[in-house]
């Protein structure tokens, strides 16, 4: 809601540089009041480390944009890649700090399910209920880092389970049990990484069950921009030196060593 | 070639130019400020060792989360203590390798985003090229100089003809000497990191268990310390085997006597055989107190001069690789923002060109 003491007039752009490299896809946007103004994905390389700072400085000079123009930085916080996920927050946090931006983290697997979902109203492929959007990454090992989101066309967006790691076809049974106990689910949409796990998310769309739709879709920065600018204008944004990746998980070596000193512990 | 030229004004102007320098190969995250290239405006070094010791030892994964942790928050402590804005910043070093990829990744991404959001050269440098310039932190460097470099990854002999020109004439072709240090101590029941424990009790020892010299073909100045390490555990089996408690005292110095001798041996052949006019003593294991006063003693009887940094610049810090980065700057020498963290990293192909 504005105020009369608002500082910056309504009228005034929110211009967002937001980046994800959790996924294959290294991925940037600039998103200005919530619309993409330009957008990339590339696959050519997994090491996004080499390309990322290279492809912002492209992206910023496409849209004759100077430090001074850009409002906030959007990251990818994850979960994903170990590795890839490092790289855009390691970026984020350098380039907010060094101009002094806020720096907004949004959930990487939102980002996929919310680009995905527009991707779908835009081609006004409608369905009517309540839909379950389930973003999908391939964490290995036959899990995967997903979580649930629900929509429907009247432009409602809820998240309904926290970002985690999570065994496929448990995941898999769970959501159909509930989807089929539930009133107003009308379907499924897995999205995101599915090629892999086709065959395990499809499992139960039995004849009596809610119908899955499997929908293989890329990450897309101007989904991250988008989710950024509504935390934006919510004055919300995180703080640069404390923000982390969020791994959902610990590492091997932590996860042996509690292991360990359970055993003792007995 | 992977660099750039465009010579920014500033590189051979008469003010005072700052390097803000990142290192992050193994578990110290650290930035510095130098002006100049060897004046010390800040080195901030945020050390893991807390967190790795209950693994006993560096968990690459962890490493790289760490380095995430912290790294805006050095970057700040650095410049704060430097005293100079991020406007002063003329140009952005960083480890480029080798090292731990994840954990390079890390001060590589960061390093890139300092480059673009200040639109300031940035410089990748060779870790190892860090730790020999550590000692122009310290004094002039007369060429051709020798430097012995030994940490917890390298143990190299270098041969430095002229300026910023790396030749290597020795490396280990198996454990690095910090590494062997490690496993000794692991061996002897010192936590980890174990190498320092060792020294001091070599030190305290009265008798060493003669341990065998691995010199390898005559003229080489390559090193191999894993028989070594393995004669060490082999002792310590073949006691217990006739029920004796075995002496650690007496490996520990019998170990240091072996690794010294060798590594202080072969560098003064070098040194003689290249006509070398300094010896650099650099790398963590620096710190062995047991190296330095063998390799003192050497260099006198030779009359050859020694420089070996304080211990502070001898581990991991980033403000010896603003050092080597300097090479790079006052020849124009920049790294393109594609640049590849490198684990494995040539030193040789890293030397100045001009």
Known sequence: MMTELSVQPPSSPVTVLAFDTSTASLAAAIVRDGMVVASSQSF???????????????????????????????????????????????????????WNKPLIGVSSLEALAIGAWELRIGRHELTTGTVWIVPIMDARRGQVYTSRFAADYTGHWEALDSDGIRIAADWTGILHEQASASDGVSEIWFVGDIALHEQTLGMSDRQDGVPVRMLAFSMEAGAVGKLAWSRYLRGEKDDIHTFVPNYTQLTEAEVKLQAAALVRRD | ????????????????????????????????????????????????????????????????????????????????????????????????????VGALLVGVVAAKSLALALDVPLIGTHHIAGHIYANRLVGEILYPALALVVSGGHTEIVLLESEGVFRILGRTRDDAVGEAYDKVARALQFPYPGGPHVDRLASEAQEAIELPRAWLEPDSYDFSFSGLKSAVLAEINRSRMKGETPSFGSLARG???????????????????????????????????????????????????????????????????????????????????????????????????K
């Open chain 1, 44 to 98: 050519t390389e997994r090491n996004h480390s080499v390309h990322i700072v290279a492809e912002l400085k492209r992206l910023l000079a496409e849209c004759g944009l100077k430090p001074e123009n850009v409002d906030a930085i959007a990251v990818g916080q994850g979960p994903g890649s170990y590795t890839g996920v490092r790289i855009a927050v390691t970026a984020g946090k350098t380039l907010a700090w060094t």
């Open chain 2, 1 to 100: 070639m992977n660099t750039v030229s465009t010579v920014p004004s500033s590189v051979n102007s008469e003010r005072p130019y700052h390097l803000l320098a990142i290192e992050t190969s193994c578990d110290e995250t650290s930035a510095a400020v130098l002006r100049n290239g060897r004046e010390i405006l800040s080195n901030v070094i945020s050390s893991q060792i807390e967190t790795h010791r209950r693994f006993g030892g560096v968990v690459p994964e962890i490493a790289s989360r760490k380095h995430v942790e912290s790294i805006t928050l050095i970057l700040e402590e650095a410049t704060q203590i430097a005293g100079i804005g991020l406007d002063q910043v003329d140009a952005v070093a960083v480890t480029q390798g080798p090292g731990l």
């Open chain 2, 255 to 353: 170990f240091q006597d072996s690794v010294i001798d060798v590594v202080t041996v072969k560098a003064m052949r070098a040194a003689h055989a290249f006509g070398a006019r300094q010896m650099l003593l650099c790398g963590g294991v620096a710190a062995n107190r047991g190296l330095r006063n063998q390799l003192a003693a050497l260099c006198g009887k030779a009359g050859l001069p020694l420089i070996v940094p304080p211990l502070s610049l001898c581990t991991d810090n980033a403000a010896m690789i603003g050092a080597a980065a300097d090479l790079k700057w006052r020849r124009a020498e920049f790294t393109p923002l594609e640049m590849k963290a490198e684990p494995i990293f040539s030193l040789e192909e890293w030397s100045v060109t």
